[in-house]
C-alpha cells in the first residue's frame, strides 16, 4: 500500500451500513454478497482495534414517512417497512427476530465504537460524522460495507470532500450488481482516493 503512514495512521475504519435488513438471508433490502464480506470485515475490525485506531458503524435508517427516497427503496414503506428502527422482523438464517436496523451480530460493535445513524445514503450527510473524526483527530478513512454503488461509494465520496484521505477495500464491499461494483471501484479509484484489498490494508497496518 503506497503512502502508508498517510493512508493508514491517524485512520479509522467506517464500517457502512452491515445491518440486519441488508445482510440477513431473506430480508427485504437483502444484499446476498454482503455475507461474503464478514470475514474480512472480521479481519480489519480486529487489526483496528489492536492498533487502538476507531471502528466506527453506520446505519441506514428508514424515514417512517413518505419521502422521495420511497420511489427508489419501495422496501421501506408500510408493509415492508425496510429498514425502520424498533421495527422487529424475523430472519431464517439466524433463526430469531431482530431489530432490521441493527448491526449484524457476526461484528456487533464494542462498547465506545461510534455508531452514526443516517437516513439517506451518505453517513456525512446530516450527521455528526465529520465532526466525530475530527475529535478523534482522524485524517483517513478506510472504507467497508455495502451497498458499493450507492452508501459505499456516497460515504467514500463525501469523506473525500471533507478532506479524508479515503480508501474503499475491495473485498470489503458487497453489492446485488456486479457491474455497478465493477465500475464505482474503478471511478473511485480514478478521482476520488484508493482501493485495495484487505490484505494490503492490513499488512500495512502490521
Known sequence: ???????????ALVIVDMQNDFVREGAPLE????????????????AFRRRSQPV??????????????????????????GCWKGHKRYYADVRKELDCTEIIDELTPAPGDPV????????F???????TLHTLAIEAVVV??????????????????????????????SSFAPDLH??????????FGWVERSDAVLRALD
Open 1 to 11: 500500500m503506497a503512502a502508508k503512514n498517510d493512508r493508514v495512521q491517524h485512520a
Open 31 to 46: 444484499v446476498a454478497d454482503a455475507r461474503r464480506t464478514i470475514t474480512p470485515h472480521r479481519a480489519l475490525i480486529t
Open 56 to 81: 466506527v458503524y453506520t446505519k441506514f435508517v428508514s424515514f417512517q414517512r413518505k419521502v422521495l427516497l420511497w420511489e427508489w427503496s419501495p422496501q421501506c414503506q408500510p408493509p415492508t417497512k
Open 116 to 123: 452514526i445513524e443516517k437516513f439517506g445514503y451518505g453517513a
Open 125 to 131: 450527510h446530516g450527521t455528526p460524522l465529520a465532526d
Open 144 to 173: 467497508t460495507g455495502t451497498v458499493t454503488q450507492i452508501c459505499v461509494e456516497e460515504t467514500a465520496r463525501e469523506a473525500f470532500h471533507y478532506g479524508f484521505r479515503t480508501t474503499v477495500v475491495e473485498d470489503a464491499v
Open 182 to 191: 465493477a465500475a464505482t471501484l474503478k471511478n473511485f479509484a480514478m478521482k
